[in-house]
């Protein structure tokens, strides 16, 4: 099946660095991403890589992709109460639809 | 960016009536829309892809003549929910793509059926 997996829930304090691991299925994937939803909003794109890269940073936030274990995570930098929102990584499988399959979301709950 | 608007934000209806969600790329012509739909604390589970003129294609379990979308053109789709029931209440969320690389993501619509 396609289940991209996520730990459900991750607190820290404000300051401090929070780490949002993915394991995704396709080792076709092109692109993966990071998305964050505020609540009640919609997703907002925080991040992609592409599947030749092993890391990307851009700010407080920077994405390591292990291809080999299929593994995918998002570093922030300095978290701050803004951050708190469920971040989803996402892949597009490489079957040609670019249709993106999810993961089950993590909720960062920032601590002031 | 990009931007994607979704109308409305969020609506009410009676059980048995039918609700019509749009779906708007405001700054460029999406290839493709798709719909999903994201249950309390739960991810997004992709509804269908809408490509513009052509019929969308449906995920599995999802059923077509329960929730109708159109595409008429390159910078609108909608998605009707025929006959609403209460566990249609839900919150449902577009995107569009741009070249096929990145989805553009609308606010999304929370339907509470009563």
């Known amino acids: 099946g396609e289940d991209v997996e996520q730990s459900l829930f991750l607190s820290v304090r404000e300051g401090d660095s929070s780490v949002i691991n993915c394991t995704y299925t396709?080792?076709?994937?092109?692109?993966l991403y990071w998305y964050k939803q505020e609540p009640g909003a919609g997703l907002q794109l925080l991040t992609y890589?592409?599947?030749?890269?092993d890391m990307k940073q851009d700010q407080r936030l920077t994405v390591l992709l292990n291809k080999k274990d299929k593994h995918l995570s998002l570093r922030i930098a300095d978290t701050q109460t803004g951050d708190s929102a469920i971040y989803f990584c996402?892949?597009?499988?490489?079957?040609?639809?670019?249709?993106?399959?999810f993961g089950t979301g993590t909720r960062l709950k920032v601590l002031a | 960016g990009a931007v994607v608007s979704q109308h409305p934000s969020w609506v009410i209806c009676k059980s048995g009536t039918s609700v019509k969600i749009e779906c708007r790329s405001l700054d460029f012509q999406a290839t493709t829309m798709f719909w999903y739909r994201q249950f309390p604390k739960q991810s997004l589970m992709l509804m269908a892809t809408?490509?513009?003129?052509?019929?969308?294609?449906?995920e599995q379990g999802v059923e077509k003549d329960k929730f109708l979308i159109n595409h008429a053109s390159l910078t609108l789709s909608t998605l009707t929910v025929t006959s609403a029931h209460p566990e249609d209440s839900s919150f449902y969320i577009c995107s569009a793509t741009l070249r096929n690389t990145e989805a553009f993501f609308g606010q999304g619509t929370r339907l509470t059926v009563v």
């Open positions: 809408s490509n513009e003129g052509s019929k969308a294609t449906y």
């Open positions: 996402a892949e597009i499988p490489a079957s040609g639809t670019y249709k993106y399959i």
């Open positions: 890589i592409f599947s030749n890269m």
């Open positions: 396709d080792s076709s994937s092109t692109y």
